[in-house]
């Protein structure tokens, strides 16, 4: 017989513990930026029934099976109240694959290596801007803060790399799902993004010197339906933390570009779809337009970090399941994170911002965001999102990134809890010649400036 000394009330005591002592130290049988740093894995930094959902819930959901609303109940404090919600009452399932222990495997080789390399060289200066502390210069790359002690050091390194590659276009297709399961729109288009700053993979490195006053270039372009093709949004982030970003689009109707008021981030990009510019992963605001950062949870959670790209499809197309016509959620995988560091935060910086705060989960491995609640201005549960990232590589099938496959995210579900909306967000491979993929230098003059705006509206 197996006495464990290290069952989940142990780690549950534990997180409960620091968190009175108002500490962040992440791990429970050992340090987890350490253990990772010195085996690559997470297995030493905790104990096995954060490691497996078979041993969590004593063989009442394994590895491989379903949670449905016949199971729920015993994985209920793994999932945000919305996923449970839709789990219970509409349909929803999820598959639990095995947790991921390589760290390799949780983010752009690249992005790791460079996390690791420059450990501890990572500050804030006197304006409150992330730099490399040698020099006070933007910061150098990878992770700033792989053991984070606070709440603003975990949104810190989230707002500075969001998709973690020097450059990233994604093909996207969105569903507006209604209440009643049927589609209100369906657009597809392309999301680009490039750092100026903290590069590792691209040329120049660390900085592209003619930018290095600037955080990232981003746009976003719709092809379809025909009404909105052409339309267009290209945001330019400086550096400092506490400045907008100068927001453009280009309107389809008037064939020119016009600048758009840079506070208006609360708004639904296209009608239909329960997403703003402010929910770009979970940090689509500079960081000092919020405020508090309070770390108000830690334990484990259920989240989609493996096995979600979909190889077998032509196009990487998901498929779906729920709600009154089975279209409603995506088939998606999650696995058991041994530890999630929930982060609340306050818009401080829109004075007419509909939200009144957020709630944001991050996975303690690789501090990504697994999960996030908004909140309206009367404190009530408004906007849910959950996604889905992987390594896309599936046994003999991969999608490389220069030398290693590609890691990014697969799909995104995010929910209007108030109406019952719906909007389904996937990376496809293509539409025609715009290609999912990272770290491609032509992005910059195919995507992210104006002449690529009016380009992508005219084409």
Not at 64 to 88: C, F, S
Not at 394 to 421: E, L, N, R
């Amino acid at each position: 017989m197996r006495i464990r000394k290290f069952h989940h009330d142990y780690s549950r005591r534990k997180f409960l513990r620091d968190a009175g002592l108002g500490v962040l130290s992440t791990g429970v049988l050992a340090p987890l930026g350490k253990t990772m740093a010195d085996t690559g894995e997470i297995s030493k930094a905790y104990p096995d029934e954060l490691l497996s959902i078979d041993a969590y819930t004593k063989g009442k959901i394994k590895t491989g099976d379903e949670i449905t609303a016949a199971n729920v109940e015993h994985v209920k404090d793994l999932l945000e109240p919305i996923r449970y919600e839709q789990i219970l009452k509409h349909g929803r399932k999820l598959k639990v694959v095995k947790t991921t222990k390589d760290i390799m495997r949780l983010s752009p080789w690249e992005y790791i290596e460079a996390t690791l390399k420059n450990a501890g060289k990572a500050k804030f200066d006197e304006r409150g801007n992330v730099v490399n502390a040698a020099d006070g210069k933007p910061w150098i790359g990878g992770n700033p803060f792989p053991d984070p002690k606070s709440g603003i050091e975990l949104f810190a390194a989230q707002t500075l790399s969001w998709g973690r590659h020097d450059a990233s276009f994604y093909a996207i297709a969105a569903y507006a799902m209604r209440q009643d399961g049927h589609p209100r729109f369906k657009y597809t288009g392309g999301w680009a993004e490039l750092s100026t700053v903290a590069r590792v993979s691209m040329d120049p490195a660390p900085y592209w010197e003619e930018h290095i006053d600037k955080l990232r270039f981003q746009s976003v372009f719709f092809l379809t339906p025909n009404n909105f093709k052409g339309t267009s949004f290209l945001n330019v982030w400086a550096y400092d933390h506490r400045t907008f970003p100068d927001l453009y689009g280009y309107v389809a109707d008037f064939k020119r570009i016009r600048q758009f008021p840079t506070d208006q981030r609360f708004e639904p990009l296209l009608p239909g779809l329960s997403l703003y510019l402010s929910d770009a992963w979970a940090a689509g605001d500079p960081l000092h337009t919020w405020s508090g950062y309070e770390i108000i949870k830690r334990g484990p959670f259920l989240a989609g970090l493996s096995e979600s790209w979909n190889a077998d499809a032509p196009n990487w197309e998901h498929s779906t399941h729920g709600g009154p016509q089975g279209k409603t959620f995506w088939d998606s995988t999650v696995e058991l994170v041994p530890e999630a560091i929930v982060v609340e935060a306050k818009p401080t910086g829109f004075p007419r911002a509909p939200v009144s705060k957020k709630h944001v989960w991050f996975d303690a491995r690789n501090q990504v965001v697994i999960g996030m609640v908004t909140y309206d201005r009367r404190g009530e549960p408004f906007r849910s999102f959950d996604g889905a990232y992987s390594l896309y590589e599936t046994g003999d099938k991969k999608f490389m990134d220069g030398k290693h496959p590609y890691w990014s995210w697969c799909h995104v579900t995010a929910s209007d809890i108030q109406t019952g909306d719906v909007t389904r967000l996937e990376q496809v491979k293509a539409h025609d010649l715009h290609v999912s993929g990272a770290n491609d230098p032509k992005m910059y003059e195919q995507y992210l400036t104006h002449n690529a705006l009016r380009k992508l509206g005219t084409s």
